[in-house]
């Protein structure tokens, strides 16, 4: 069966013997699983049907309403010293290329939460610097003071050489926060699409995050264990805007 919440309504597709059914029921926005677990039962006890035998795809805004509504967590950057700025400086490409006096929306990663971190790697994959381990104690220690909720880690190049990215990814896990690491997420050219990506990832990270926790508990989907040794091994899966899905 196919779900998709919205802010109104929550919509609820399924087929039976071949045939194409649909209906809605009010959302229910200070919990959206809520209104799911409801649809969800009702076609479970209309089709016959245990809700562990049940596919669920399941499409949301969560996410978009979130980044739009600039609710997302408390983001931090780390980057290649000297492109801290990457997110503010952008491309040329904007709504009113001739008005010097245009004012953009602040990043998601405000000026006191980007760090820059010595090191460098050419567009060749060749590191030019290696990465600076001292700064990484004082970097972990900048970040608990930050009181930050979620970090995004984009070098330059390091879809090439992604050594780097992934040294700084495990002297963080200290801080047992959600990390977005650019070479996992987007290992391609162009910095500031890169950037901009994983920050937004990073910036969201924890609201989804929380939220398809609750909507699986409440569906008794335990994402720890794979589906065969789960109690009740509901399959759940997320819409992606590329039209796929992936696993909750």
């Known amino acids: 069966m196919g779900v998709d919440t919205g802010g109104t309504f929550t919509d609820f597709v399924f087929v039976i013997n071949g045939k194409l059914d649909l209906f809605k029921l009010p959302s229910t926005p200070a919990d959206p699983s809520l209104a799911i677990q409801d649809g969800l039962q009702r076609i479970s006890a209309t089709i016959g049907v245990p ?20 609710r997302g967590a408390r983001t931090a950057l780390i980057t290649t010293r000297g492109f801290e700025d990457v997110l503010v400086i952008g491309r040329q490409a904007r709504p009113e290329l001739y008005n010097l006096n245009a004012i953009k929306p602040p990043p998601l ?3 006191g939460l980007r760090f820059g971190i010595s090191e460098r790697v050419v567009a060749s994959g060749e590191v030019l610097e290696p990465l600076n381990q001292a700064e990484l104690a004082t970097l972990t220690g ?7 909720e979620s970090i995004a880690i984009s070098l330059l190049f390091s879809f090439l050489y992604p050594a780097h ?13 959600p990390l977005s690491v650019s070479h996992r997420i987007l290992p391609e050219y162009r910095e500031y ?11 969201l990270q924890p609201l989804m995050g929380h939220y398809l926790n609750r909507l699986t508990e409440s569906l008794g989907v335990d994402l720890q264990r794979p589906r065969a040794q789960a109690q009740r091994p509901l399959a759940l899966r997320v819409m992606q805007s590329s039209g796929g899905s992936i696993s909750a």
């Open 142 to 148: 900048k970040l608990r003071e930050a009181n930050v």
């Open 193 to 203: 699409e890169r950037t901009s990506t994983v920050v937004i990832n990073a910036y």
């Open 165 to 177: 990215e992934e040294t700084i990814a495990a002297s963080l896990a200290s801080l047992g926060l």
């Open 51 to 70: 809700l562990a035998d049940i596919e669920v795809i399941h499409g949301t805004t969560v996410g978009t309403n979130a980044l739009l509504q600039r």
């Open 109 to 111: 990663a405000p000026d």
